[in-house]
């Protein structure tokens, strides 16, 4: 793992980050679920932007022209790395119809951009098996288990539905915070540990951003 120093999540994994202590990279997210417009779910939209510590570690060396400015193609390599890395983490997306869980295909889409010295990545997951929303209710976390990434979704429009059937709602509940103690034991776990014993994963799991989604 350590030896995996290829991309922006590929670094995280390695405990390469700027941050010493769980959690090690912190996310500003937002979901779109994306429908065919017939009722059928068939993705989930990603756009992550990566904190401005981060964001300067990982970029750094990717300017090949010299311009000053990091284009879409000269960040494209790294975000190919990013998405094939996620794969290994679920992509931090959990989406469950009742107990089921829904698996996804590789990304179809996916590109990073730079604003205001911010990194940001936009990916595509298809659904291996598209949901016929009829009456139907799903829900997708978007978090790290082990809590190395802290995903905080944004203010403004966490959560979209993206051509849903008439009369499809959100519910929207954002992420809590550890206690003290459990901060405090969270911030001494070293950048080169990728699991939690099941007491931490527990509280971790309270950390997950939820999004309900129901049909008519």
């Known amino acids: 793992m350590i030896l995996r120093l290829l991309g922006v999540l590929a670094l995280i994994l390695t405990g390469a980050s700027p941050a010493a202590a769980h959690p090690h990279v912190f996310v500003d997210a937002r979901a779109e679920l994306v429908f065919d417009g017939k009722g059928t779910l068939t993705a989930i939209r990603h756009v992550w932007r990566f904190d401005d510590a981060f964001s300067a570690f990982a970029t750094q060396g990717l300017d090949q022209n010299g311009d000053g400015q990091l284009s879409r193609e ?27 869980r829904k698996g996804f295909k590789l990304p179809s889409e996916y590109w990073l951009q730079v604003n205001d010295g911010l990194l940001t990545l936009f990916y ?49 509940v954002r992420k809590g915070a550890p206690d003290g103690a459990a901060a405090a034991i969270l911030g001494q776990i070293p950048a080169t540990e990728r699991e939690l014993p099941a007491e931490l994963r527990a509280v971790t799991s309270q950390l997950a951003n939820r999004i309900g989604v129901k049909c008519p």
Do not use: R
Request: net charge negative.
């Open 124 to 172: 595509t997951l298809p659904l291996i098996e598209p949901i016929k929303m009829g009456g139907a209710s799903l829900e997708l976390d978007v978090y790290d288990p082990i809590f190395f990434v802290d995903f905080e979704l944004v203010k403004d429009e966490p959560a979209l539905l993206v051509n849903s059937p008439t009369g499809c709602s959100l519910e929207v």
């Open 74 to 100: 000269e960040l494209q390599p790294l975000a190919k790395i990013n998405v094939e890395s996620l794969k290994e983490y679920d992509y931090f997306t959990f989406l469950k119809q009742g107990d089921k």
